[in-house]
């Protein structure tokens, strides 16, 4: 069963074929980038409401690394179970404004801690540049789990 927010995305993309707009796959990547980005932030118009929503960063293998992390509503305050979400985009499109309301949401429902990462697109950066700042990601929130109030023994 395919997940509502991919079927409202799937949809909306085809919508624009439909209408005459190329393929995202077939444009320049800056433009098709763009375009992409501007039919994710379409399912981006309302985002949930979440306890709290900070930006961040730190040290990656090739600059600052930025992040977005969310925290449940109706939670008591102290460590969370943790789910770091790497946006979709074939590593050349997204962001952590695409993905917004997907981790909101996801935080909510989860009842977990959300840590979105910011990191490095394609072209410019290419493979295994995004990937590295994933892995890296993940190995400074896990090896600094107090400091994102993750609880990194919570499954």
């Known amino acids: 069963m395919l997940d509502a927010e991919a079927r409202t995305l799937l949809d ?34 309302y985002p949930p409401e979440v ?3 900070e930006d961040g960063g730190f040290a990656g ?20 179970p943790t789910l770091i979400y790497y946006h979709g985009g ?14 909101g ?12 990462i910011d990191y490095r697109l394609s072209p410019e950066h290419p493979f295994p540049a995004p990937t590295d ?3 890296a990601a993940f190995r400074h929130i896990r090896d600094n789990a107090a400091a994102f109030d993750a609880g990194p023994a919570r499954r």
């Open 12 to 45: 909306l993309m085809d919508k624009a074929v439909q209408e005459g707009r190329p393929k995202p796959h077939t444009l320049p990547y800056t433009v098709g980038r763009a375009a992409v980005d501007m039919i994710l932030e379409d399912g981006e118009v």
């Open 51 to 53: 306890a709290a929503v």
């Open 61 to 80: 293998p090739a600059g600052k690394i930025g992040f977005r992390r969310y925290r449940p509503l109706g939670l008591p305050s102290g460590p969370l």
């Open 90 to 103: 074939g590593f050349v499109a997204g962001s952590l404004e695409t993905h917004d309301s997907t981790c």
């Open 105 to 116: 949401r996801l935080a909510n429902r989860s009842g977990c801690r959300v840590i979105a």
């Open 133 to 135: 700042d994933g892995i």
